[in-house]
């Protein structure tokens, strides 16, 4: 499949995503809206598009005037018929052009937590299955989204807050947390966020964070079965 990503800054590329699209023979295009020569390709060139996140909210378009651009094209790419999967602010552009409310969150969070699957999970049997075992995932988030009030519906929680994923339809997946984390990126993050690591209950700080990498290896597989069935890839098989 065509398949192209939004990337808002450079530390929050596509990670482990990457190397299964590469793995799978999927084709990558990319808009790197933090570069100025940045271009979005025509709607019917792309077949799904991912969301990344970055530390920009969803309001911010004064300060970076692409978010405008970028919400219409999320909003025209969802009302074709796209896949498109959103993570972190990705996952909370995608509520926003849905109508939902995207607002400052009870807890920020940043660092290995587990996510807790809700009941309406279970209308959808592979996610049900995927998290069944409450994974600690990577999260690093000061921002929520709420549901928007079609027929999406929240799968995910966490001991912080609620809403930590919504699933619309076959098509359209949200994600507040980081499944696509590596080493490098991870460090990467840490590098450039250091001012977010305050004192906080649901902020870890760098050595607990960089000292629980063998997550990693876990987020990477719920990942990889989550974009086979995202991209249709027999879901029958999963």
């Known amino acids: 499949m065509r398949v192209h990503y939004l990337q808002h800054v450079s530390y929050e590329?596509?990670?482990?995503?990457e190397t299964w699209l590469k793995e799978n023979n999927?084709?990558?295009?990319?808009t790197r809206f933090y570069e100025p020569d940045y271009a979005l390709p025509s709607i019917s060139d792309i077949d799904a598009l991912i969301i990344?996140?970055?530390?920009?909210?969803?309001?911010?378009d004064y300060k970076y005037p692409w978010l405008r651009e970028e919400k219409i094209f999320i909003e025209d790419s969802i009302n074709a018929g796209k896949k498109v999967l959103g993570i972190c602010l990705g996952a909370q552009l995608i509520a926003l052009c849905l109508g939902a409310?995207?607002?400052?969150?009870?807890?920020?969070?940043?660092?290995w937590f587990r996510v807790q699957p809700t009941e309406q999970i279970k209308s959808v049997g592979w996610l049900r299955q995927l998290f069944k075992d409450e994974p600690i995932v990577f999260h690093w988030?000061?921002?929520?989204?709420?549901?928007?009030?079609?027929?999406?519906?929240?799968?995910?929680i966490s001991e912080a807050n609620n809403n930590q994923a919504f699933y619309r339809n076959?098509?359209?997946?949200?994600?507040?947390?980081?499944?696509e984390v590596t080493a490098q990126s991870i460090k990467e993050m840490l590098e450039n966020g250091a001012s977010d690591l305050k004192e906080s209950?649901?902020?870890?700080?760098v050595e607990k964070i960089s000292n629980n990498t063998e997550h990693i290896k876990n987020c990477n597989r719920i990942m990889s079965?989550?974009?086979?069935?995202?991209?249709?890839?027999?879901?029958k098989k999963l």
């Open 170 to 179: 076959e098509n359209v997946i949200a994600l507040q947390f980081h499944l």
């Open 141 to 156: 988030h000061g921002d929520k989204f709420e549901i928007p009030f079609d027929d999406s519906f929240s799968f995910l």
């Open 26 to 30: 999927h084709r990558i295009s990319e």
């Open 225 to 235: 079965v989550l974009l086979s069935a995202w991209l249709s890839e027999s879901t």
């Open 13 to 17: 590329g596509l990670g482990y995503i």
């Open 101 to 111: 409310n995207v607002h400052t969150a009870q807890h920020k969070e940043i660092g």
């Open 201 to 205: 209950p649901y902020i870890q700080t």
């Open 52 to 60: 990344m996140g970055g530390p920009m909210s969803v309001y911010d």
